[in-house]
């Protein structure tokens, strides 16, 4: 699907020392989107937080601290870019900036977790066998459609990706960028690969990249490299992050060290210590 989203039109407006854009010809609970703005509570992350915010509508209310006024002009920005495109990202009701912070309130995306859609399948009956490699598929489609149209997203980790029926929302994309030939598009298959969840298997993520691959158009031979890429940077992804040790990881394998419920999953604790070769 390709055509263009419609997105609500947006006026200037300024308010307690903040400028910037909002909506137009909806309703909008501005001032208590600016009381949560200046509360301090929500989800923290390293760069930003975010609250949820249910009165007169669920949205999401999201601040940056100095120097973070471009991130909310590049979230705002991206978002629309996004939609104009034919995608799917959560629509921007406030976009402004006070000095150097950053502030964005967004309508809630809706649909559910792309790591929830995928645990939800993971049952053994032939029909959720069927929807979950149908789902795979259009992810990886889908990835390859956004990387053709020259956007590479911030950080596609599955708690960025939202899945609404046959489609999919990208989130948080104050990093995302569009560029000349998506370069460095290739790290967005390492974010989206380096986590386990329940219910995926090694074959369902060899869909997601093979449906990627024949949507970018790749040959056999570009094809096997690009797999073989992923692997070695899901797995020293996986090492850095989770504390693996690299010779621990090689003497298991990739598919140990992906194995939902196995000695690696971070769902159970700490990794396991190392092992001797046999």
């Known amino acids: 699907m390709s055509a263009a989203i419609r997105l609500p039109g947006y006026q200037p407006w300024a308010a307690a020392g903040w400028r910037g854009w909002q909506a137009s010809g909806v309703a909008l609970d501005v001032e208590a989107w600016l009381a949560v703005a200046a509360s301090g509570a929500g989800r923290r992350s390293r760069h930003a937080r975010t609250l949820r915010h249910e009165g007169g509508g669920a949205v999401y209310v999201k601040t940056w601290p100095a120097p973070g006024a471009r991130r909310a002009r590049r979230a705002f920005a991206m978002g629309r870019a996004l939609a104009g495109a034919g995608f799917l990202a959560p629509v921007a009701l406030l976009a402004a900036w006070r000095g150097r912070e950053g502030l964005l309130v967004t309508a809630d995306a809706g649909g559910e977790g792309l790591a929830d859609a995928v645990t939800a399948l993971a049952r053994p009956d032939a029909g959720a066998r069927r929807a979950r490699r149908a789902l795979c598929r259009r992810l990886g489609a889908e990835v390859a459609r956004l990387h053709e149209a020259g956007f590479v997203h911030g950080d596609l ?121 046999a």
Not at 177 to 195: D, K
Not at 222 to 241: D, E, F, S, Y
């Open 157 to 277: 980790v599955p708690p960025n990706v939202r899945v609404r029926g046959l489609r999919f929302c990208f989130l948080d994309n104050d990093r995302t960028r569009r560029l000349p030939l998506a370069v460095g598009a290739r790290r967005n298959l390492v974010q989206l690969g380096r986590f386990v969840a329940a219910g995926v298997t090694l074959t369902d993520r060899a869909r997601v990249l093979a449906a990627y691959a024949a949507g970018r158009g790749l040959s056999r031979r570009a094809r096997r490299r690009l797999g073989w890429w992923v692997v070695r940077k899901v797995t020293a992804r996986r090492c850095t992050i989770d504390g693996i040790p690299p010779e621990v990881a090689a003497h298991a394998g990739f598919r140990r060290l992906m194995q939902p419920g196995g000695p690696f999953d971070p769902a159970l604790g700490a990794a396991p210590p190392p092992e001797q070769p």
